[in-house]
T-cell receptor, first 114, second 111 residues
Framework: EAGVTQSPTHLIKTRGQQATLRCSPI?????VYWYQQALGLGLQFLLW???????NRGNFPPRFSGRQFPNYSSELNVNALELEDSALYLC?????????????FGPGTRLTVL | DAKTTQPPSMDCAEGRAANLPCNHS???????VYWYRQIHSQGPQYIIH???NNETNEMASLIITEDRKSSTLILPHATLRDTAVYYC????????????FGIGTKLQVIP
């Protein structure tokens, strides 16, 4: 069974640009979570999508947004990039709609903002 | 606004049991305790979870105190591959709660 996949593995952008990160959940999983992990910090919750809807978001500005597609894959968009957006962005998926369940994480996308 | 407190780092000798504590004094009755670990720069991996009874699986054991205000993750025979950051989180299963991981405990297994 294929795990959670993320693309690209690495992404380099300059300040002010936009970044798009993609995530494919495990087959059958309907929930997708996004986290930001800046160097030396823990995982900061960004967004939770379930059944195509945004269900919750963390304490991040509106320039962090995303969506979930009918096939449950997801996209995270970061507009007007700032230097402090440089981080590892992790996507996770889980099985049960509407409930928290164990999360399966992807390998992450390393975003570097210059 | 993490709901858990963990020591930032711990050492454990290879082959010995690693006991990782977690305080969650504000846990509510319907919140579960979950443990994950993150090996350097990889995505976190689920280990175990529990509500109030002790739990054991092939990876670890979870001991939750009777008042549920703290728990301990036990790796019975630590190996070098167990060197990782261990996260303790509490969340209930419904309602799309924000899930906060915090900074976890960096476990270093020493040969």
């Amino acid at each position: 069974e294929a795990g959670v996949t993320q693309s690209p593995t690495h992404l380099i952008k300059t300040r002010g640009q936009q970044a798009t990160l993609r995530c494919s959940p495990i087959s059958g999983h309907t929930s997708v979570y996004w986290y930001q992990q800046a160097l030396g910090l823990g995982l900061q919750f960004l967004l939770w999508y379930d059944e195509g809807e945004e269900r919750n978001r963390g304490n991040f500005p509106p320039r962090f947004s995303g969506r979930q597609f009918p096939n449950y894959s997801s996209e995270l968009n970061v507009n007007a990039l700032e230097l402090e957006d440089s981080a590892l962005y992790l996507c996770a998926s889980s099985l049960v709609t509407g409930l928290y369940n164990e999360q399966f994480f992807g390998p992450g996308t390393r975003l570097t903002v210059l | 606004d993490a709901k858990t407190t963990q020591p930032p780092s711990m050492d454990c000798a290879e082959g010995r049991a690693a006991n990782l504590p977690c305080n969650h004094s504000t846990i509510s009755g319907n919140e579960y305790v979950y443990w994950y670990r993150q090996i350097h720069s990889q995505g976190p991996q689920y280990i175990i979870h529990g509500l109030k009874n002790n739990e054991t699986n092939e990876m670890a054991s979870l001991i939750i105190t009777e008042d549920r205000k703290s728990s301990t993750l036990i790796l019975p025979h630590a190996t070098l591959r167990d060197t990782a950051v261990y996260y303790c989180i509490v969340t209930y299963s419904g309602g799309y709660q924000k899930v906060t991981f915090g900074i976890g405990t960096k476990l270093q297994v020493i040969p």
